[in-house]
């Protein structure tokens, strides 16, 4: 039996205005015991989430600014996946896709020279592109160097960090990223956020592009002809 997977929406708020500005699609498995995150996104079939993709998207249109979608090196460099993402901007427009590259492993070692000229290609397509996690693991400034001049957004993850926002040294790598979406014009978007304490700490950063469990869980979309109790 073919596996089943189904985005899930997550909004992005803009807490200067109260709006949902954009939402990130989170994929996700069915398993006996529920909705699962799949053990490796680079092991699904290209072709299985180039139609996902696309009949989402479909749905999402006119709903929002910005719809942003996670791609690995992997995909990133596989034509199905590419021509998926190309024809999900036609049907979003004029809502924007943002690619979210990821660090996840995969089989292959692309080089970030190697990745640049299809993320390009996303940009003349309309696309924007989006560097997730910075400050966490390898994504530190030197590692993203080279592809700061061609992302419209970072994102900052509280999640990736045990002591969250109120740690000083998180505070201190928060007010570095800050700075380089200041000096490079980026959105930058901090998730991760959890209660209101988060919320508080950071306002105090000037940071109004927030996404978190305080603002919203990730909800399923469920395709035409989705059961109702699909996964419940």
């Known amino acids: 039996m073919k596996p089943v997977y189904r985005y899930f929406v ?3 708020l803009d807490i200067r205005t109260q709006t949902i500005f954009g939402y990130e699609l989170l994929i996700k498995q069915l ?5 699962r995150l799949p053990e490796s996104f680079s092991a699904i079939d290209s ?3 180039s139609k996902l993709l696309v009949a989402t998207t479909k749905i999402l249109g006119l709903k929002v600014q910005y719809c942003s979608v996670n791609v690995s090196r992997e995909q990133l460099v596989d034509t199905t996946v590419a021509q998926a ?3 999900s901007q036609t049907q979003l427009y004029p809502a924007k896709l943002v690619v979210e590259l990821t660090e996840e492993n995969s089989p292959s070692k692309y080089s970030d020279t190697n990745l640049i000229p299809h993320l390009r290609s996303f940009i003349e397509h309309g696309m924007q592109v989006s560097l997730d996690d910075v400050g966490t693991g390898i994504n530190d400034f030197k590692s993203i160097q080279e592809f700061l001049p061609l992302a419209s957004e ?3 993850a509280l999640q990736n960090f045990r002591t969250g926002i ?3 040294k998180i505070q201190q790598k928060l007010h570095f990223w800050h700075a380089i979406s200041r000096e490079y014009g980026l959105r930058l978007i901090l998730e991760g956020i959890e209660d ?3 919320a508080e700490l950071s306002s105090s950063f000037d940071i109004n592009l927030r996404q978190g469990y305080y603002y ?3 909800q399923l979309l469920r395709l035409p002809g989705d059961p109702v109790n699909m996964g419940a």
């Open 10 to 12: 997550q909004p992005q």
């Open 31 to 35: 398993t006996p015991e529920g909705w």
């Open 47 to 49: 072709s299985t989430m």
């Open 85 to 87: 993402i190309i024809q």
């Open 154 to 156: 970072i994102k900052f």
């Open 166 to 168: 109120k740690d000083p």
């Open 196 to 198: 209101q304490d988060d």
């Open 216 to 218: 919203g869980k990730p």
